[in-house]
Nanobody, 120 residues
């Protein structure tokens, strides 16, 4: 099982980007998927999370600008980022709490990270 993130890049302030993260392999179920970010010199912080029950939560710093969504059939999570600011610059990581086929417990999995740079 692995998570593959994509969609990062360089964007001007006020611009938009959409990140994607697909979980692949023998997955029995996923109870939540999330996006985190880590800027140089900072701790990794939770950006947004979506649960299998449809609950979504956001960091205060991104509320109203970022939207997390999930395609349960494709085991994919998206992060639509609008009105980007320079302070959104970071490496973004996707994360899933999932149960692999044959397991009776959940495991935290991480994607490889994708760089988002907001700069003029």
């Amino acid at each position: 099982v692995q998570l593959q993130a994509s969609g990062g890049g360089l964007v001007q302030p006020g611009g938009s980007l959409r990140l994607s993260c697909a979980a692949s392999g023998s997955i029995f179920s996923i109870n939540f998927m999330a996006w985190w970010r880590q800027a140089p010199g900072n701790q990794r912080e939770l950006v947004a999370v979506t649960t299998s029950g449809g609950t979504k939560n956001y960091a205060d710093s991104v509320k109203g600008r970022f939207t997390i969504s999930r395609d349960a059939a494709e085991n994919t999570v998206y992060l639509q980022m609008n009105s980007l600011k320079p302070e959104d610059t970071a490496v973004y990581y996707c994360n899933a709490n999932l149960r692999r086929s044959g397991d009776n417990y959940y495991t935290a999995m991480w994607g490889q990270g994708t760089q988002v740079t907001v700069s003029s």
